[in-house]
């Protein structure tokens, strides 16, 4: 089991260009989650999903977009970066609403 | 709206002496209650978890934590603190009285240091 997998680990962009983080998790898992987490703020939530065609927004959302279209993909996109963007983002997925997180490794995104 | 308090930035203890990290939330419904440990560069691991029942969970690596609900307490402990748990540890919790059931909200963190 692969678990949860992100790419790219790092990337570099630059003000205004746009881009998107994969996320794919092989558990069957129905819940999907992005956050950023900036140094010593703690993780906030971006976008969720409970379920293939279901997305909703989390705190955090404005300059970011996400679809749903498989059980196992959740990809973020990033629309007309910002140096505001620059930050750690982790998927991470749950097997229900009650269920553990499962974190991917993390993908960090500088923008300058 | 629901909330995590990692009062504690960092905590630093000897190895072999109890560890205690502290965590207080706040929600409107009943809580749903966990611990993550993140390790440099790595992403958040699951240590443990409160849903019900015994006020006392035990996780893995030897941690525990209690839940005091008149507190609205969830602190994280190990009897024995070793190097190796040297980490970023993360409080999180979920409110299971409304509609975002399936959304958690993270403490800031507390950096552990075990010194040697």
């Known amino acids: 089991n692969a678990g949860v997998t992100q790419t790219p680990k790092f990337r570099i962009l630059k003000i205004g260009q746009s881009m998107t983080l994969q996320c794919t998790q092989d558990?069957?898992?129905?819940?999907m989650y992005w956050y950023r987490q900036d140094p010593g703020m703690g993780l906030k939530l971006i976008y969720y999903?409970?379920?293939?065609?279901?997305?909703d927004k989390g705190e955090v959302p404005n300059g970011y977009n996400v679809s749903r279209s498989t059980t196992e993909d959740f990809p973020l996109r990033l629309e007309l970066a910002a140096p505001s963007q620059t930050s750690v983002y982790f998927c991470?997925?749950?097997?229900?609403?009650?269920?553990?997180?499962?974190f991917g490794e993390g993908s960090r995104l500088t923008v300058l | 709206a629901q909330s995590v308090a990692q009062p504690e930035d960092q905590v630093n203890v000897a190895e072999g002496n109890p560890l205690t990290v502290k965590c207080t939330y706040s929600?409107?419904?009943?809580?749903?209650l966990f611990w993550y440990v993140q390790y440099p560069n790595r992403g958040l691991q699951f240590l443990l978890k409160?849903?019900?029942?015994?006020?006392l969970v035990k996780g893995s690596y030897g941690f525990e934590a209690e839940f005091n609900k008149s507190q609205t307490s969830f602190h994280l402990k190990k009897p024995s603190a070793l190097v190796s748990d040297s980490a970023l540890y993360f409080c999180?919790?979920?409110?299971?009285?409304?509609?975002?059931?399936?959304?958690?909200?993270f403490g800031d963190g507390t950096t552990l240091t075990v010194k040697p």
């Open positions: 999903s409970v379920g293939a065609g279901i997305t």
């Open positions: 558990m069957n898992h129905n819940y």
């Open positions: 991470a997925s749950s097997a229900g609403w009650d269920g553990e997180l499962f």
């Open positions: 929600v409107s419904g009943n809580p749903y």
């Open positions: 999180a919790v979920r409110d299971m009285g409304n509609t975002n059931a399936g959304k958690s909200t």
């Open positions: 409160y849903i019900t029942g015994d006020n």
